[in-house]
């Protein structure tokens, strides 16, 4: 199998739900992997998370946004008796979040949001008070509502457990505003302890990107290993493939599957509709 075979293959099937297809597809990564490069060679095998090691439901990311921004304006009137219009707590959001991204300080050219940032800003565009005290709360309802929107990528366990015992050392690497903390709750309330998941780096501790190359300049630099001596796994073309080269390090595209970027299209769609049935400025959300 060639490596446009595989990625059609990979994107093209339900494997995410069936396991023998995932028993299936493993195998076909692995005998990809060994065709590419040398597996002998590789040490440790990087991952991204999102959409790669996790699989994220049909949900657009504009109406994820919403749905959490809808749990922390009941968590804020049950805790703080603070009674707030979702939309207006929504377009909050999702100003901070621009902000927080344009507005910080850059790193070697590069700017990325953190999420503690992120919600006081929020907070204190809506003018709460004592918002420092809300923060930590608001962070667990995210991480809690994340997964219920996040699964296993059984083609991923299925081919951990096919390496199992060639002792590779597993990282993952990820452009996010979440912390490491943060994404190593979601992947243990998610995957088997077995899999021994050894280190973590994410964008928002590091302050730099794998989209710009430089996240996996930090993460190996720390780890002190050779990139040629990685394999990085990941659904992003560019910063999951493109920049891994580019850096020196291995790298297979694992596109996400047709059906859920297909479906996710129409949410957005739908959602759009909605935001526009109830009279919100959607250029908030651009």
């Known amino acids: 199998?060639?490596?446009?075979?595989?990625?059609?293959?990979?994107?093209?099937?339900?494997?995410?739900v069936d396991e023998q297809l995932a028993d299936n597809y493993a195998s076909y990564l692995l005998d990809y992997i060994e065709t590419c490069y040398d597996f002998s060679s590789i040490d440790t095998v990087s991952v991204d998370v999102f959409d790669t090691l996790l699989l994220r439901n049909d949900v657009h990311e504009?109406?994820?946004?919403?749905?959490?921004?809808?749990?922390?304006?009941?968590?804020?009137?049950?805790?703080?008796?603070?009674?707030?219009?979702?939309?207006?707590?929504?377009?909050?959001?999702?100003?901070?979040?621009?902000?927080g991204y344009r507005c910080c300080k850059q790193k070697l050219g590069v700017r990325e949001g953190v999420i503690d940032e992120i919600l006081l800003l929020m907070l204190k565009i809506m003018k709460i008070s004592q918002p420092e005290s809300l923060v930590k709360s608001l962070i667990e309802i995210e991480l809690n509502y994340e997964l219920t929107t996040l699964g296993i990528n059984q083609l991923l366990n299925k081919f951990f457990q096919l390496v199992k015992d060639k002792e590779k050392k597993l990282i993952f690497i990820s452009d996010i505003y979440l912390s490491k903390r943060h994404i190593q709750k979601l992947?243990?309330?998610?995957?088997?302890?077995?899999?021994?998941?050894?280190?973590?780096?994410?964008?928002?501790?590091?302050?730099?990107?794998?989209?710009?190359?430089?996240l996996y300049v930090h993460s190996l630099a720390d780890l002190e290993i050779a990139h040629s001596s990685v394999l990085h796994l990941?659904?992003?073309?560019?910063?999951?493939?493109?920049?891994?080269?580019?850096?020196?390090?291995?790298?297979?595209?694992?596109?996400?599957?047709?059906?859920?970027?297909?479906?996710?299209?129409?949410?957005?769609?739908?959602?759009?509709?909605?935001?526009?049935?109830?009279?919100?400025?959607?250029?908030?959300?651009?």
Not at 238 to 254: E, F
């Open 187 to 214: 992947i243990d309330a998610n995957y088997l302890p077995f899999h021994n998941i050894q280190n973590g780096y994410s964008s928002a501790d590091c302050a730099v990107t794998k989209s710009s190359g430089l």
């Open 62 to 99: 504009f109406e994820r946004y919403y749905q959490i921004t809808n749990e922390f304006v009941i968590f804020l009137h049950q805790e703080r008796d603070i009674v707030l219009d979702v939309w207006d707590l929504y377009a909050a959001r999702l100003m901070a979040f621009r902000i």
């Open 1 to 16: 199998m060639n490596i446009g075979d595989f990625e059609r293959a990979v994107s093209s099937t339900n494997y995410w």
């Open 234 to 286: 990941g659904d992003n073309l560019v910063s999951d493939v493109t920049m891994a080269k580019k850096h020196g390090l291995n790298a297979i595209h694992l596109p996400v599957p047709m059906v859920i970027q297909e479906n996710r299209k129409a949410n957005k769609e739908n959602f759009l509709q909605y935001l526009e049935n109830n009279n919100f400025d959607s250029s908030f959300i651009w």
